[in-house]
């Protein structure tokens, strides 16, 4: 009996020796199911830096934006009756044959299969638009296109910060130009329905409004002292160009290494 409680006593002691060792394995290198994990897990190592599923997210995005804004642009030169419609579908065309010439190459390069048709969210919002008229077209048009736009700015902003490819870096720093553009744009109609766009938001959020306190009526706030460096310190660099109200999007032309624009 006393042979068998010092074996015992033994073998308890080399199981917690063992699971100390293994704690930190698991604490630090196997944490299943946590951010990091889940970054790893969809990862995968590319010339020019890791590529994550949230970047491959944002160049699919990319190209499906182009499969459905290209024609509701198209549709809105031919048919709307207003000159800012038709400036803001002749913008549509022109960002997304651009992007789309950067994102397929991009694709090529990371090895990123394509879609080549709308989803059925996008197909359904050019059948809406198809099935209007008139002011009912220009209100679906341009609110449509918006809220679309509206949506993917935040992400494109959030891969922008986290992508490690660089590949990808630029592809987000383009893609967000020209959605700036057409946000620009469609809002230069004055037929965006902000009202619907700001519920809309409200209705898919529970958490409690933040910022300053509300302005009490009548009240005179003081006026903020300006921003400024001092010393009399020397610069160089000036705002983006662009007159009040637009965005410039002129960039060189994308290097196709990979050949797939042909020609």
Known sequence: MRRFNG??????????????????????????????????????????????????????????????ELPAGQQAIERAPS????????????????LDRRVRIVAAQLGVELPNVPNEQQQSWL????????????????????AAHGKIFPVIGAVRNTTRN????????????????????LEKTGKVDFEAIANEIA???????????????GLVVPSAPAAQA?????????????APGTVNTARPDPVDSPGVLGG
């Open 7 to 68: 074996t015992a006593m033994i073998m308890a002691a080399l199981a917690t020796t063992l699971g100390a060792l293994a704690y930190p394995v698991w604490s630090y290198a196997d944490r299943s199911g946590t951010g990091q994990a889940n970054l790893a897990a969809g990862t995968v190592a590319t010339q020019w830096g890791p590529l994550s599923a949230s970047d491959r997210d944002l160049i699919v995005r990319v190209r499906l934006a182009g499969l459905w």
């Open 83 to 98: 000159a800012a419609i038709k400036e803001a579908g002749d913008h549509l065309i022109v960002g997304h044959t651009d």
């Open 127 to 146: 059948q809406e638009m198809s099935a209007a008229t008139g002011a009912e077209y220009e209100y679906k048009f341009v609110n449509l296109l918006r």
């Open 166 to 185: 660089s590949l990808v870096r630029q592809l987000a720093s383009d893609t967000n130009q020209t959605v700036l553009d057409h946000i620009t744009t």
């Open 203 to 217: 209705n898919s959020t529970t958490a409690s409004p933040t910022g300053p306190a509300v302005p009490a009526p």
């Open 230 to 242: 001092g010393g009399g310190v020397r610069v160089t660099s000036r705002p983006s160009p662009g």
